[in-house]
């Protein structure tokens, strides 16, 4: 079974904080992705990787930035947290050359910043 | 703007009923869809998907329905389950166009399904 995990499952920071979510597959999976959720906007793609030391931007990258420095390992950093960026976010993983393109996420981090 | 939508925010369905959840997509470029389920304080879970050179596909109690011209999406549950109350996220990918989408996916906002014993 693929197996992506988050360094936490809840997460409070203070406005202006750096804050490091982590997050690490087992599958050898190629891609790795970060989301965040909101209600009513659904998933919100905010960056992404598809090799190591690779990254792209998603839908939503403002304030924030990535880190793949090994293959099973994708970090968000939030250089300096602010109200809005309070959300629930999620980490996935995939195959570079899937046959459907199937993401497996993590549990999540529910983010609150004061 | 929004490529992948889901117009209902909320169903709320007997138990033992059939739950219809609908999607819709404006990028022609579409051509793999994705369901996925999600249950408060977890990550989505994969549940089905659809290929769209298929108008069909069936996992027990789940259908997927496309009809590419309308650009339009279906996902059935029959019979309806308690443990089938979740937020259920449509999701589209370019899985066949080529080029560097590198496996993304654009997901809709989500419907809240609640099945009531």
């Known amino acids: 079974d693929v197996k992506v995990t988050q360094s936490s499952r809840y997460l409070v920071k203070r406005t202006g904080e750096k804050v490091f979510l982590e997050c690490v597959q087992d599958?050898?999976?190629?891609?790795m992705f970060w989301y965040r959720q909101d209600p009513g906007l659904g998933l919100r793609l905010i960056y992404f990787?598809?090799?190591?030391?690779?990254?792209e931007k998603g839908d939503i990258p403002e304030g924030y930035s990535v880190s793949r420095e090994k293959k099973e390992r994708f970090s968000l950093i939030l250089e300096s947290a602010s109200t809005n960026q309070t959300s629930m976010y999620l980490c996935?993983?995939?195959?570079?050359?899937?046959?459907?393109?199937?993401?497996?996420f993590g549990p999540g981090t529910r983010l609150t910043v004061l | 703007d929004q490529q992948v939508k889901q117009n209902s925010p909320s169903l709320s369905v007997q138990e033992g009923r059939i739950s219809i959840l609908n999607c819709d997509y404006t990028?022609?470029?579409?051509?793999?869809f994705l369901w996925y389920k999600k249950y408060p304080a977890e990550g989505p879970t994969f549940l089905i998907s659809?290929?769209?050179?298929?108008d069909k596909n069936e996992d027990g109690r789940f259908t997927v329905f496309l009809n590419k011209s309308a650009k339009h999406l279906s996902l059935h549950i029959v019979p309806s389950q308690p443990g089938d109350s979740a937020v259920y996220f449509c999701?589209?990918?370019?899985?066949?166009?080529?080029?560097?989408?590198?496996?993304?996916?654009?997901f809709g906002q989500g419907t809240i399904l609640t099945v009531h014993p």
């Open positions: 990028n022609s470029m579409f051509d793999y």
């Open positions: 990787s598809y090799d190591v030391k690779m990254k």
């Open positions: 599958m050898d999976h190629e891609n």
């Open positions: 659809i290929s769209s050179i298929k």
């Open positions: 999701a589209a990918s370019a899985l066949y166009a080529g080029g560097t989408s590198y496996g993304k996916l654009t």
């Open positions: 996935a993983s995939s195959l570079l050359a899937g046959a459907s393109n199937e993401q497996f």
